[in-house]
Nanobody, 121 residues
Framework: QVQLVESGGGLVQSGGSLRLSCAAS????????VRWYRQAPGKEREFVAA????????DYSDSVKGRFTISRDNAKNTAYLQMNRLKPEDTAVYLC??????????????WGQGTQVTVSS
């Protein structure tokens, strides 16, 4: 059974930091690119950051560029999102998404259940 389990969310003051983790089980994460998304109440799901399967390339939304860093440790089957200088508008549920990139995994897509991040002003 494939699972992506996010953790590390919580309540933090504006300007603070959090580190989210996305732990994968039932799959080999190195065969997947990973993205983080977020969804605030009443808003559409929004792309946050992406990382290639070996961690060579990354991409960020303009709203988090320079503040957030995506990374991964394939030996631990885990991806991370380091969030610094948090703002109240970063408040959302953060979700991990894995997308297969090999011939065997290309059709596979998995979502985690999400972790809540709340930034107080």
């Amino acid at each position: 059974q494939v699972q992506l389990v996010e953790s590390g969310g919580g309540l933090v003051q504006s300007g603070g930091s959090l580190r989210l983790s996305c732990a994968a089980s039932g799959l080999t994460l190195s065969y997947y690119r990973v993205r983080w998304y977020r969804q605030a109440p009443g808003k559409e799901r929004e792309f946050v950051a992406a990382i290639s399967n070996e961690g060579v390339s990354t991409d960020y939304s303009d709203s988090v560029k320079g503040r957030f860093t995506i990374s991964r440790d394939n030996a631990k089957n885990t991806a991370y999102l380091q969030m610094n200088r948090l703002k109240p508008e970063d408040t959302a549920v953060y979700l991990c998404y894995a997308e297969g990139i090999t011939a065997e995994t290309r059709s596979r897509r998995f979502w985690g259940q999400g972790t809540q991040v709340t930034v107080s002003s």
